[in-house]
Every structure is written in C-alpha cells, then in structure tokens.
C-alpha cells in the first residue's frame, strides 16, 4: 500500500471503515436522488416555489426532532442561525432555478467550486493552487460550452452563484455548531430559509398546489431525501471515519450527480461535459488528500445539524 494511502487510513476505526464510507455515499445518493426527482416535477411548479415547498417540510421535521430551546439562544447565536438561514436559502434557490437550464452533473460540478475556493483562499499553499487550477480547467470547459451555445450560460451563472452560497453555508455551519448544541441550530435556520424564499415562492408553490395537490407528495419526499435522511446518515458516518476521508468521498458528488440524472430523468452528458466532472471531482479529493497528508487531522468543525464539517485547508 503506498505511504499516502498508509498515512490517510492511520487512526482509521478499523470496524467502521466500510460502515463508514458506504453511508458517506449513501448521504450522496440521497441528496442527488432527491435533485433528480425535483428537476421531474419542475414542470409542475416552478423552481422557487418547489424550492420553498421542501424548506418548510424540511424545517417541519427536524423541527419535531430537534425541539430547539429557542429561549437559550443569544444574541450570537440568533445572528449565526439568521447568516446560516439565508445561505441555505440562497444555495438551494439558485440551484434549483439551474437546474430547467443545465444538466444536473454540470450544476453540481459548477457548484463544487464554492467550497474549493473556500478552500484555497483559507490555505494559501502552492498546491492547492494546483488544485484548484485543475477545477478552473474543468469549469472553463464548461464556459466554453456555454459561449458555443451548447450550455445555458444563465443556468451555468446560477450554479456558481449556488457554489458561492455553498462556501457561506460551510463558514455559517461552523459558527452555529460552536454556538447552539445538537440539531436545534439547523431546525432554526431552516425555518428562516422558508421565510427567506417565501417572498419568491409562495405564489407558484399555491398555484401548483392548487392545479395538482399531488405535488406535495414528491416535494416531501425530496425534502427528506435531500435534508432529514442526507444529514442522519453523514452524522452516523462521521462517527466512524476521519473527516479527511469524508471530504474526499464528498468529492463523488458530480459523479453521483450524473449518475442519477441519468437514471431519474435519462440525462446524457457529452464527452466535454465528463471531462469538466472528471477534472473537477479530481481537484476537489486532490485539496482534501494534500490538506490530510499536510498535517494530522485537526479537531473538527461541528455543524449546525450536529454533523462534524470536512475541514478546509
């Protein structure tokens, strides 16, 4: 076994490995499936109006688990749950008014670049440039497609305006997890991104509702897909594996991204658009594994649904 591969399984509980990494990837799943089946039903309501449909099932639920102590919560703690709300409300409203435009591999991919920004403005080392040198080469595939017209280029821009709410989200995470206990913070935030996107969803989520009440059942189901069981299965896994290894296996993302889309919906991708995923999945497990192999793993950040973030370079 070669030494990067020794040193990134080092302190690895062995029982949990395998436990570990498969709901690493189930997370996935979940929240890919869960885009597939919302890009299905965008016919039938459009983007922000399904996109507050799942934010308020979202917040009912873990809500009802989490029954936040709302009285204990200070002035910093409301002001990291509000920033926290508002980054959730952005990065899943833009997405899904991406998503009528581009494929969803190409969206996630888009969006990947949020968090590996992120990552290179707070690590500053030449590699990680490479890094992220390797993704701005993917993604320039992809606005070259968008400048040949093979691409929506609107769909393209609201995907890395997806990505930059992703980077938001991830510093807002670490805020509330170190200021509110459990999952209360995140059942707060989600209640806030309902109401953040009310303004812009309301109308198509009642007139879709009204046209076909059957809408709710799938506008349920991906809130659950995409949130409540997304979050379960990462907080069990990252009881069990590094959150090294978690960052890496998070990288799948655009590769989960097309193969759903491709299951779901019958989604193909050219040659230039799998180039674009290859290169940014590669960039996105090269940060991780270099920041990993770059020092011992350090404590990790708590996220706002009690989950342990991957920690950025």
């Given at each position: 076994m070669p030494a990067s591969a020794r040193s990134l399984l080092r302190g690895m509980p062995t029982g949990g490995l395998l436990v570990g990494v498969l709901l690493?990837?189930?997370?996935?799943?979940?929240?890919?499936?869960?885009?597939?089946?919302?890009?299905?039903?965008?016919?039938?309501?459009d983007p922000a109006g399904l996109t507050l449909l799942r934010l308020v099932f979202a917040a009912l639920v873990v809500l009802a688990i989490a029954r936040p102590r709302i009285r204990s919560w200070n002035a910093a703690a409301w002001r990291s749950i509000v920033f926290l709300g508002v980054t959730l409300a952005g990065m899943n409203l833009l997405f899904y008014l991406a998503l009528p435009r581009i494929p969803i591999a190409v969206a996630v991919t888009v969006e990947l670049l949020g968090p590996l920004v992120l990552a290179l403005v707070q690590s500053r080392r030449a590699v990680d440039f490479a890094?992220?040198?390797?993704?701005?080469?993917g993604v320039g595939v992809i606005g070259v497609q968008s400048?040949?017209?093979d691409l929506d280029p609107v769909g393209v821009l609201l995907?890395?305006?997806?990505?930059?709410?992703?980077?938001?989200?991830?510093l807002a995470s670490a805020q509330v997890g170190q200021r509110v206990p459990g999952v209360g913070g995140l059942a707060g935030a989600l209640v806030i991104a309902a109401v953040a996107v009310l303004p812009f969803g309301l109308?198509?989520?009642?007139?879709?509702?009204?046209?076909?009440?059957?809408?709710?059942?799938?506008?349920?189901?991906?809130a659950m897909l995409s949130s409540a069981i997304a979050y379960g299965l990462e907080?069990?896994?990252?009881?069990r594996v590094p959150t090294r290894v978690f960052g890496i296996l998070m990288s799948l993302e655009p590769a989960s991204a097309a193969l759903f889309g491709f299951l779901v919906i019958g989604e193909l991708l050219t040659g230039w658009d799998l180039l674009a995923i290859a290169l940014v999945i590669v960039a996105s497990?090269?940060?991780a594994l270099t920041a990993a192999r770059a020092r011992r793993e350090p404590p990790p950040l708590t996220g706002p649904s009690g989950l342990q973030l991957p920690p950025l370079p």
């Open positions: 690493v990837l189930g997370s996935i799943a979940s929240v890919q499936l869960g885009a597939s089946i919302a890009k299905t039903v965008l016919d039938r309501i890094w992220v040198g390797v993704a701005a080469l400048l040949g017209g995907a890395l305006a997806a990505g930059g709410c992703w980077a938001a989200y991830i109308l198509g989520a009642i007139d879709a509702v009204a046209a076909d009440p059957s809408v709710l059942l799938p506008a349920f189901g991906i907080l069990l896994a990252l009881r497990a090269g940060v």
